[in-house]
Structure formats: C-alpha cells, structure tokens
C-alpha cells in the first residue's frame, strides 16, 4: 500500500462541509453524516468548570460547547453494493485535532473488508471542540501561562494546552467525556442494527478499530455489552488495551507533565474523589459502564472482574503493540492481561518496524525514512485488522 500517496490524496480532498466527498478513481466516497447527542446531562456545568482564580486562561464550560453536541462524522463507503453485513468503527486517540492521519487507515480497513468505516469523534476531540482550542496563538499564550504557573512543567505545548488545562483542572473530565462518548457510540450500533442510520443499510454486526485511548473505549464497549448489542462484535485494537495507570501519557502531543500526574492520581485514587463527588459517583456505581470503567482505571482494581469479562471476550479481539511504544508499552498491556494465562500469546502481537517511530506517529511522513519501509508497516497492521475484522 502507498501510504504517503494515500495521505496526500485523501487529506487535499476531503472537506467537512460536503455531504459526499467522492473519489471515483478508487471506488468509494467520504460521507459526512449529521449526529446529535442524546446524552449530555453527565458533563460538568459551566459553575464546577470555572476557575476561582479568574486571572488564568477560561476555556469555555463542558455543557455550553454547541460543537461538541452536534456534529458530523465521516464514512467510508464504495460506490459498488458490497453484500456485506457488517461496518466497522474506527476510534481515534487522545488529543487528535483532525482526521488526516487517520484517512489512510480507514481507506485501507474499507478496501481490505468491503465494510463501511465510521470514524467517529470522541467528544471535544477533532471537529467536537471550539476552533480556538486549536488555534496556535491562543494556546501558545496558554501553554505559557502553564509554564508559569507550574514548576518544572514539561511538555507543554499549544498542541495539548486545551486538553491538559481541562484535565488539570477537572480531571473527572477524562471520564464524562468519555462516557458521553459511549452512550453516543450505544446511539450509533442502535441505528445501524436497527436500520435506521442514513446512509448504510441494515447491519447485524459493528466491529471496531481502536487506536490508543480508542481501544480503551472500545474495551469498555466490549465488556458493557449495552443493550446485547455487540454480542458478536469484533475489536482490533492498536497502540492501546492497558489500563489507565500503566499508561504513560506525557507528551507534548498529549498531556502535559502537571496534566497527566494530576490525571494519573485522581483516579489511582478514585475512591476517595467519589465521597466529595455524589454525581461522579452516581453515574460510576449505577451507570452500566460505570464498573467496566473501573475495572480498567487501576490493573489491581477489580482484577477478577476484568478478567473474567476479558476472558470471554478473548475470541472477538486482537492487539497489536509496538515494541518501541513508550506511551503503553507492550509491557503495560500484557501486564494488564496476565490474568488470561494461555490465551495471552494468541490475543497480544508484538510488532517492530525498522525506522524510528513514536506512539503518536506510528507511520512518519516526514524526515528521511525510506516510503517503502512505512509502506511495508502499514500492510502489516491493516492486513492483520482486515482479517480479524472481516
């Protein structure tokens, strides 16, 4: 596969603002789909997200954010009836701004299984947050202002200022948003399987590709099972599957240093959080994500639990780690799986590529790297995806 070729193509041609993005040559079109979400009534009140200190930067509040709301969400899918019964779901890391590294990876999942792929946003991420939390000016001056505020601060940078101020601020936000995020996802399957999503046809199974924070999703999804919708869903999941304190996420495309320690101990130690938080421990101890959630917060937490559930949920999944993964190492993940014994080897891959590369640019597209031997790692991984997910 030309990866680099794929890129260029897809990212110059695709827009948000067109319904169909069609590229004829190759057989498919980007659809973008209108979505609103149903369930916001979890996500912190413009009062829990305000600073008392109100000579620092004053990101907007979680319920006020119009965008995060309503959006659109792409979809890969050919121009020829492929009499496929299944789509998959793709779903992005943190911190992603855009979709233009994930293009290629939807087109190759697309071509390699004949399925629609859904790249779906998770809330205040991509095209769900306000344009100023990407804007370069405004988060250098924030990114700064972090600096000095907090000593030794390190990898602070307008490419995560917004997420690392939101997080530093209201940690539990890590969570609202991401369960916002499931019960749109329970929103979407419950579309597709009935028959009623706009564009794809009756599907009776939805598999999914996770990538990084996107698998952890996809493993609660998994494990939650809501409404026995995913019974016979598959899951690939890529660069992810450990648990949250075995993640490392510092880094100046992710989390700043104060960010991801604040992070990191708010949910080590959740449970005293939880007795000065009766919504938070509402939605955690009666929502139905709520325990699968932390089963996969703390690798010593309901440890039986987890891996009970990954047991049996052992046959519908793959992992694919990256030997040089610093941000969840294969280490990380394997440890958060041990309690699976035999079956360990045949659901965890570890992979190598002979060029340099990070968690968060698996696939370089800059520097000296010869094409062929990027081309040569991205086959590898979506030939595996493609296979499981078929």
Not at 29 to 47: E, R
Not at 240 to 261: N, T
Not at 310 to 320: D, E, F, H, N
């Amino acid at each position: 596969m030309c990866y680099h070729k794929y890129y260029d193509e897809l990212r110059d041609h695709y827009r948000f603002a067109s319904w169909e993005n069609p590229f004829s040559e190759s057989g498919f079109s980007i659809y973008n789909i209108p979505f609103t979400s149903p369930k916001d009534d979890m996500l912190p009140s413009k009062a829990e997200c305000s600073h008392q200190d109100k000579n620092t930067y004053q990101l907007e509040s979680d319920d006020q954010i119009e965008e995060n709301r309503r959006f659109v969400y792409p979809v890969f899918m050919g121009h020829k009836s492929v009499n496929s019964e299944k789509a998959i779901i793709l779903l992005h890391g943190l911190n992603e701004r855009d979709w233009d590294k994930y293009l290629p990876w939807a087109r190759a999942l697309h071509k390699q299984t004949g399925q629609p792929v859904i790249l779906f946003p998770i809330s205040f991420h991509v095209n769900r947050c306000p344009e100023g939390w990407k804007d370069p000016r405004l988060m250098s001056d924030l990114a700064k202002e972090r600096m000095k505020r907090y000593n030794g601060l390190s990898d602070s940078t307008f490419l995560n200022a917004a997420i690392s101020e939101r997080i530093q601020m209201l940690p539990k936000r890590f969570y609202t948003s991401g369960l916002q995020t499931y019960y749109d996802l329970v929103a979407l399957i419950s579309q597709i399987k009935s028959g009623n999503h706009p564009l794809l046809g009756r599907k009776t199974q939805v598999n999914f590709f996770g990538y990084s924070i996107g698998a952890l999703l996809t493993e609660i999804l998994l494990m939650a099972n809501p409404k026995n919708l995913l019974n016979e869903s598959k899951a690939f999941l890529f660069c992810g599957g450990a648990s949250i304190d075995r993640m490392k996420g510092v880094s100046r495309f992710i989390l700043d240093s104060e960010a991801f320690h604040t992070l990191h101990s708010y949910f080590v130690h959740l449970e005293e959080h939880l007795g000065r938080d009766l919504q938070l421990k509402e939605i955690l101890k009666k929502l139905d994500p709520g325990v699968c959630f932390q089963s996969m917060v703390d690798s010593l937490g309901l440890k039986d639990y987890r891996t009970s559930r990954m047991k049996a949920l052992s046959s519908q999944m793959r992992i694919v780690t990256l030997k040089k993964d610093r941000v969840i190492s294969p280490q990380a993940v394997s440890k958060t799986f041990e309690g699976l014994g035999s079956k360990l080897n045949r659901l965890i891959t570890v992979m190598d590529f002979p060029y340099s590369y990070t968690h968060e640019d698996v696939f370089p597209l800059k520097g000296k790297i010869p094409h062929r031997e990027v081309d040569d790692a991205f086959e590898r991984v979506f030939a595996g995806a493609a296979r499981h997910l078929r």
